[in-house]
């Protein structure tokens, strides 16, 4: 699914890291190990092409990133950095201004469908007419989760997710991710996260 | 006839009335006083310039001089506007040049040709102080705006790379930066205009009554270049904003890095 071939990266005289190498398999659970200053989220920043390696390759479904394909494969990948922020509005209002998007117009906004995933997150329904900033850290995590998921993302890149939340919710959460069968990239220091299907990659 | 001039001797008690508020800042210990007789040292320098400049300006009465004369103004506002955000000259100059020049051209002419009914919309004593009033006032308009669009991008980043990730387009996700631009950098403005006459007599106002105006052709006047100013202020931000969009980002839709560079310079 990801493929990254002899990577560089350094921010001016600072080397983040040097001829990195990582294949990830579809379906298959990473998380990133590496002190901090390593590299780990502008690992994720290169991966949806925002921030672009000094040499090396990467590929996503099969393809070379590049200018021309890089918005087909941002539409493949959920990007949940640490902490997310919403325009000031009702959150459904921000869900639907979400599918709003030319991108994203043949999803249909389904009401049954979008209770039903605030339930497995363990969030309330009224959370739909709460005001965005009225939302917790956690709150707000899954309702990015959920926007994810409506709009059919293949592969989760998670930035620090769990690091904002309560013991309890931290290991719902992980539970929540492993068990997905999409293609998942996790930075974290929480130990929560450390299952048997879970491969940790170190540098 | 005019305002009356003022004298030789006018102008040293103009000056004499600075003891008052350095011998307060002296008294007070506010470290004011160098900067105080620096400020009013260099204003005088400048303004005793544009004066000799001015008188040819208006003797001549040239089209190409007066129309070089706005191309000036408007250079040294660029400047000022870039150098308020510190990001790159080589990149910024002709984007913002073009904008603030498109709009004060469009309402300078406008204003003549329409509003003060002339058929020379170049005439000097029209043109040069009157885009004088426009360009300042967008001049602000504009250190607020563009300070709006890259300080987001200096602080929040990651919140559009988070709106690009959600499927934005580059222009869905810079939407409510704009707006947010926009908004605070014309809402000072509408206030000022909201209060004027009950605060202060603007000074275009002040300067026609001294000049002889009667008081409702200076009111006149002031109304017309306000809302003028609210139009190139609008315009130039619109267009400013819309053409550092087309400049600043790569083909990632990522914000070009070598826009913001460090120190002066």
């Avoid at chain 1, 339930?119 to 989760?145: C, F, H, N, W, Y």
């Avoid at chain 2, 026609?208 to 130039?236: D, H, N, R």
């Amino acid at each position: 699914m990801i493929q990254i071939k002899n990577i560089n990266l350094s921010f001016g005289k600072k080397e983040v890291f040097s001829n990195l190498s990582l294949t990830i398999k579809q379906g298959e659970k990473v998380i990133l190990n590496a002190p901090s200053g390593k590299g780990k989220s502008s690992l994720l920043k290169i991966i949806m092409g925002f921030l672009k390696p000094d040499s090396g390759e990467v590929m996503v479904a099969e393809k070379l990133i590049s200018a021309q394909n890089i918005k087909e494969i941002r539409a493949k990948i959920a990007y949940l950095p640490q902490d997310i922020s919403f325009p000031k509005m009702k959150v459904e209002d921000f869900i639907k201004s979400v599918l709003s998007y030319e991108s994203n117009k043949s999803i249909s906004y389904e009401k049954n469908k979008v209770e039903d995933s605030l339930e497995a997150l363990m969030l309330p329904k009224d959370v739909l007419t709460q005001d965005t900033t009225s939302l917790s850290g956690g709150e707000k995590q899954r309702i990015g989760i959920l926007i994810m998921q409506l709009l059919n993302r293949e592969i989760f890149l998670l930035d620090e997710v769990t690091s904002a939340l309560n013991s309890e919710l931290k290991i719902f959460i992980a539970d929540y991710f492993l068990k997905m069968k999409q293609t998942i990239i996790i930075v974290s220091h929480d130990d929560v996260w450390l299952k048997n299907n879970l491969r940790k990659v170190e540098w | 006839m005019g305002a009356k001039d003022l004298s030789l001797y006018s102008m040293l008690f103009a000056y004499l009335l600075l003891l008052v508020p350095v011998g307060i800042l002296y008294a007070m210990k506010v470290k004011l006083v160098k900067e105080s007789f620096f400020s009013i040292l260099r204003m005088s320098i400048q303004l005793g310039l544009v004066g000799v400049y001015l008188k040819y300006i208006f003797e001549w009465d040239n089209i190409w001089l007066n129309i070089a004369w706005l191309l000036v103004m408007i250079i040294v506002s660029t400047f000022s506007i870039i150098d308020s955000n510190g990001v790159c000259k080589r990149v910024f100059f002709l984007p913002i040049v073009g904008a603030l020049a498109i709009s004060l051209f469009f309402n300078i002419s406008y204003f003549n040709y329409f509003i003060v009914n002339i058929s020379d919309i170049f005439n000097a004593k029209y043109l040069i102080p009157i885009s004088g009033m426009l360009l300042g006032n967008s001049l602000k308009g504009n250190i607020i705006a563009t300070n709006t669009f890259f300080d987001y991008f200096r602080n929040r980043e990651k919140e559009y790379f988070f709106t690009l990730s959600l499927g934005a387009s580059r222009q869905e996700a810079l939407k409510p930066i704009v707006r947010e631009s926009m908004k605070r950098s014309l809402k000072p403005t509408l206030a000022s205009i909201a209060t004027i006459g009950l605060v202060s007599l603007p000074g275009m106002m002040t300067g026609q009554i001294l000049g002889g105006s009667v008081p409702m052709t200076a009111i006149k006047y002031q109304i017309a270049v306000m809302i003028a100013i609210f139009s190139t202020m609008a315009i130039s931000i619109f267009l400013v904003i819309l053409f550092l969009k087309k400049v600043s980002f790569n083909k990632f839709d990522v914000l070009k890095k070598y826009i913001f560079i460090k120190g002066e310079n």
